[in-house]
């Protein structure tokens, strides 16, 4: 065993040479220790056994007698705390990257290296934090990896484990994705209600890419499944396989919409200065003179940055800035729902807001044609949002008066209930067919 480690440091030492006179430039390599740096396994087993009490409440007076010390009890989880510490790290490695190269370790290379480089890499680019690059980079960075869904996901059951082995760290991963979604808003392309559904496909075992622990297993199981003529099972990222359009643009950020469309951009910018301008009272012809040289073409954000490239997010990692997310863990407790408000309110109105915009410009595009028949000839843009539609094909909408929109919307709904009532489950597309925020497009004059 002496020989082995020896060998091993003589190849680690190697290795950081190699990579040393690879970039002469960077100098030394950086080396990161995940096992000193993040907490321990054992501790996210803990920590998740603890939230789970917390958050798991069989009855409401169960729920009453948890509320009294409920962020005294949060805090003693620890939960917070361990996403606190993955994230410091993420951010640690990333700011190192600018100067050296980073080497991250840990014993088997299967746990935290998967979480702190996709964290890694969705602080430094913007393409990971679109759909298409985020569910790329699951692929590489855990699946490919041979991060082990099936033994510690407790997906096969056996009778010698217990459901203290069980390790959470892809939710942790999860989670750490969350709270930076939450302190960049109009960052990232896909919604919480993306990543709580992606969490839920990691356990209904019926989509193979998070159904093995290696690569190995998953072609073994193609080869065996020839012959043996098992179900064909398909890919998580195959989401029309269990969502229908309609639900899927649940999936989008309305933010980012705004933040990316550049004719949304544009008419934003354009907006915020006028308002600006009256204020300072500028004459008419600066304002016109100002939008000809500067707003033409401009490559401004709204959130104030001159251009989406080289984009690097650095974000508090304090345990103070940490939030409970709470769409994914309180979504089934109905005493925690708030009725008409929450997250899923303001993001419908982004959603409404949006479309308004894309109405707007489409009007003036019309009006500039100076012709209502060419007004029906131009393409209006699509969101892809919730309310989105195309001009041919306007989206009707019935409305429910005994239907409220729940802060664990889509995954939940409440209705007015009687005593004797409980709460009603409904899937994404009836509650969007009965929503009662609602915006008619058929109506507008184009």
């Not at 480089?117 to 934090?129: A, C, G, K, T």
């Not at 009707?396 to 009603?424: D, G, I």
Request: proline residues 4%.
């Amino acid at each position: 065993e002496m020989y082995a480690e020896s060998e091993l440091a003589d190849y680690v030492g190697n290795l950081k040479t190699a990579i040393q006179l690879a970039d002469v430039n960077k100098g030394y390599p950086v080396e990161m220790d995940l096992t000193k740096l993040c907490p321990s396994l054992k501790d996210v087993q803990a920590s998740y056994e603890r939230l789970k009490e917390l958050i798991f409440i069989d009855s409401g007076k169960d729920f009453a007698v948890q509320d009294i010390s409920w962020f005294s009890s949060l805090e003693g989880t620890k939960w917070l705390t361990c996403v606190s510490q993955c994230l410091k790290v993420a951010c640690d490695a990333a700011k190192h990257l600018e100067n050296h190269t980073v080497i991250i370790k840990e014993p088997d290379s299967r746990h935290y290296c998967c979480l702190i480089s996709s964290l890694v890499q969705i602080l430094l680019d913007r393409h990971f934090r679109t759909r298409l690059g985020f569910q790329s980079l699951i692929q590489r960075e855990w699946v490919a990896m041979g991060y082990p869904f099936q033994r510690e996901g407790c997906l096969v059951q056996d009778s010698s484990k217990s459901n203290t082995e069980y390790i959470p760290l892809f939710l942790l991963f999860l989670d750490c994705v969350w709270q930076l979604t939450q302190q960049y808003p109009s960052g990232f392309a896909f919604s919480e209600t993306y990543l709580v559904t992606l969490w839920d496909s990691v356990h209904m075992g019926i989509f193979e890419t998070f159904l093995f622990d290696c690569c190995h297993q998953r072609s073994r199981y193609h080869i065996d499944a020839r012959w043996q003529q098992r179900l064909f099972l398909p890919s998580t990222w195959d989401w029309n396989v269990q969502f229908s359009d309609d639900d899927q643009s649940f999936f989008n950020n309305p933010l980012y919409v705004m933040k990316t469309n550049p004719d949304v951009n544009e008419a934003l910018n354009k907006a915020k200065y006028l308002q600006s301008s009256l204020r300072s009272k500028i004459p008419t012809q600066e304002l016109y003179s100002y939008e000809l040289q500067n707003l033409e073409g401009s490559n401004l954000c709204i959130d104030g940055t001159k251009s989406l490239k080289g984009y690097r997010l650095t974000p508090l990692t304090g345990a103070a800035c940490m939030k409970l997310w709470t769409q994914c863990y309180l979504r089934w407790q109905t005493p925690a729902q708030i009725i008409g408000g929450g997250n899923p309110s303001q993001y419908l109105q982004q959603c409404v807001m949006v479309e308004e915009i894309l109405c707007l410009l489409h009007k003036i595009e019309a009006l500039k044609k100076n012709s209502a028949k060419s007004a029906n000839s131009l393409a209006r843009t699509r969101s892809d949002l919730v309310f989105s539609m195309a001009l041919d094909t306007p989206r009707t909408t019935e409305l429910l008066a005994n239907t409220y929109l729940s802060s664990s919307f889509p995954f939940s709904s409440v209705q007015r209930l009687s005593r004797e009532e409980k709460s009603v489950f409904t899937p994404i597309s009836l509650f969007l067919e009965h929503s009662t925020i609602d915006y008619d497009y058929s109506n507008d004059d184009d």
